[in-house]
């Protein structure tokens, strides 16, 4: 499974952004697909996830209720929305994907990454 992220940028605080990321290849076997953030110096964290097939989501709790996460079966893209934006969202933001379906949301417990995009909230 290949996996593509784009729609990183630059965007003031409070701002709205989405990111796409798009599978290809044996995206049948994906059972949950993610978003994870990292900055430097720190590890990197989980945004968010959903289940493929069913629409199951997880939000961090520095996210919720300002990030979207959602899913198009049809285009094998997974999307984040972001509003509210604020300078702490900067980072550069990476899809992942997994066939387990065991709800673990550690970084280890994804096999497929995509390249990051970077998002920069300005103040």
């Known amino acids: 499974v290949q996996l593509q992220a784009s729609g990183g940028g630059l965007v003031q605080a409070g701002g ?3 990111l796409s ?7 049948f076997s994906v059972y949950r ?4 953030r990292q900055t430097p110096g720190k590890e990197r964290e989980l945004v968010t ?5 069913g629409g199951d989501t997880y939000y ?7 990030f979207t996460i959602s899913r198009d079966n049809a285009k094998n893209t997974v999307y984040l929305q972001m509003t509210s934006l604020k300078v702490e969202d900067t980072a550069v933001y990476y899809c992942a994907g997994t ?4 709800w673990g949301i550690r970084p280890t417990d994804f096999g497929y990454w995509g390249q ?3 998002l920069t909230v300005s103040s």
């Open 16 to 18: 709205s952004l989405r």
């Open 21 to 27: 990321c798009t599978a290809s290849g044996r995206t």
């Open 33 to 36: 697909m993610a978003w994870f």
């Open 49 to 53: 996830v959903i289940t493929w097939s």
């Open 60 to 66: 961090s709790d520095a996210v919720k209720g300002r």
């Open 99 to 102: 066939g387990a379906s065991s």
């Open 116 to 118: 990051g995009t970077e």
